[in-house]
Structure formats: structure tokens, C-alpha cells
């Protein structure tokens, strides 16, 4: 579910590798609530979700601290759709999840999965403008002037 495309590459190793983790985790996820064999798994989905809400938070948390230490103009946007983001994965409704664990982690994947997606995409790619901006002086010469 959770493929990693060059496309979301925003040229910032450290943000790649995170990201590439964030994938990982729902790759987990996804696979053990589409896993036939398993009887009762509640507790690990939870383990998983726990992994997700804790990866993110240190995720955002450095991606943060990046665009602050190069004065990146969308940093309080970003941290805006970063904290909305937490504040949904933090509200999940566990009784929901334990009524009918396969469909409810499958709906959250498919928000986790789009937004991701998205936010890379829409937000993050941003991030690599300005880095190449700043690489070849382009973002000097503006503010110079």
C-alpha cells in the first residue's frame, strides 16, 4: 500500500529517510490488518499506531527544526497542517478501532496514506525548491535586492 516513489524525494536525506520510515510503518500496519490468520490483533495494531503517532511526531519535530535553522518561509504553514495532523492521529477512536479493527485501521491507512502523499507532494516538495534556491545563490540575490 505504502510505495515509495523517487517522485517524493525532496533531496534532503534525512526527510527522505524519515519519510521512508513513515512508509514502512504502514506497511506494517496494512499488513498485519489484511492478515487472514490472525484471530485477535487489537493489541498489536495499537503497538503499531503508538509506533506511527511517536515516528511522526519526532519526524515533524526535525523536519521543523530544519526549516527553522535555514529560515524557510512555509515553516508556520507547515507546522499548522503538522499539529492538525497529530491532533487527528491522537484522537483516534479506539473503541471504533476494537468494534471492527480491519475496517477501521483500513480507513485510517487510506487517510494516512493520502495525506502522506499529499503532504509530501503538495508541501514537502516545496522544501526542496527553496534548498536548490539557496544551493545556487538564486534566494541571495532576491533578498539582496
Given amino acids: ?21 513513515l512508509f514502512e510503518i504502514g506497511n506494517s500496519i496494512y499488513e498485519l490488518a489484511t492478515n487472514e490468520n490472525r484471530v485477535d490483533y487489537f493489541d498489536d ?6 509506533d506511527l503517532k511517536e515516528y511522526t511526531i519526532y519526524h515533524f519535530e526535525d ?26 492521529i491522537r484522537n483516534l477512536d479506539l473503541e471504533e478501532i476494537d468494534e471492527d479493527t480491519q475496517q477501521a485501521v483500513l480507513k485510517l491507512l487510506d487517510f494516512v496514506y493520502n495525506w502522506i502523499r499529499t503532504h509530501i507532494l503538495g508541501m ?13 545563490g538564486k534566494f541571495m540575490e532576491k533578498k539582496a535586492r
Fill in 1 to 21: 500500500m505504502f510505495d515509495w516513489k523517487d517522485e517524493y524525494s525532496c533531496g534532503i536525506e534525512r526527510i527522505d529517510d524519515e519519510h521512508k520510515r
Fill in 45 to 50: 495494531i495499537l503497538n503499531l499506531i503508538d
Fill in 63 to 88: 523536519e521543523e527544526k530544519i526549516m527553522e535553522m535555514y529560515d524557510y518561509p512555509g515553516y508556520r504553514e507547515q507546522k499548522r497542517v503538522h499539529d492538525k495532523f497529530i491532533e487527528k
Fill in 124 to 136: 514537502d516538495l516545496k522544501i526542496k525548491d527553496y534548498f536548490e534556491s539557496l544551493k545556487s
